[in-house]
C-alpha cells in the first residue's frame, strides 16, 4: 500500500519528480495569473476611488455654494431651493453608484479568488 504525497491518499500512485515539478509549474503559472488579475481589480477599485473622492468634493462644493460662503448659516440651514436640484442629485446618485461598483468589485475580487483555488485543486485532483 502507498501513500501518495500530492493528494494524501493511500493506493495512489506516487508522483516522479518530473509530476511533481510540472505540477509545481501549474501552480506558479495559475498565481502569475491571479497576481495580474488582482493587480488590474485592484487598480480599477483605486481609479472608482478617486472618482468618489471627486463626486464627493463637488457634492461639497455645491453645498458650500449654496449656503454662499456664510460661517454663520450650518448644513441644516441648507436652502435645497436655492441650489440646483439637479446637480445635487445628480451628485448624490452617482456618490451611490461609486460606492456600490466599488463593493461589487470587492466581493468580485474575493469570490474570483476562491474560483481560482476550486478550479486548481480540481485540475490537481486535490480535494
Known amino acids: 500500500m502507498r501513500h501518495s504525497a500530492v ?8 508522483i516522479g519528480p518530473l509530476l511533481s515539478v510540472l505540477y509545481g509549474l501549474q501552480v506558479m503559472a495559475a498565481e502569475a495569473k491571479w497576481l495580474l488579475l488582482s493587480t488590474i481589480r485592484t487598480f480599477e477599485i483605486n481609479q472608482l476611488k478617486k472618482r468618489l473622492q471627486e463626486e464627493e ?3 461639497g462644493s455645491l453645498i458650500a ?7 454663520s448659516e450650518t448644513i441644516t440651514g441648507l436652502d435645497v431651493q436655492a441650489c440646483d436640484k ?3 442629485n445628480v451628485a448624490l446618485k452617482q ?9 461589487y468589485l470587492q466581493r468580485d475580487r474575493e469570490n474570483m479568488r476562491q474560483e481560482f483555488y476550486e478550479r486548481r485543486k480540481k485540475k ?4
Open 124 to 127: 490537481l485532483g486535490i480535494a
Open 86 to 88: 439637479a446637480q445635487l
Open 57 to 59: 468634493t463637488l457634492l
Open 95 to 103: 456618490i451611490a453608484f461609486i460606492k456600490d461598483e466599488i463593493a
Open 65 to 71: 455654494e449654496t449656503l454662499g460662503g456664510s460661517e
Open 7 to 14: 493528494t494524501g491518499n493511500k493506493n495512489s500512485k506516487d
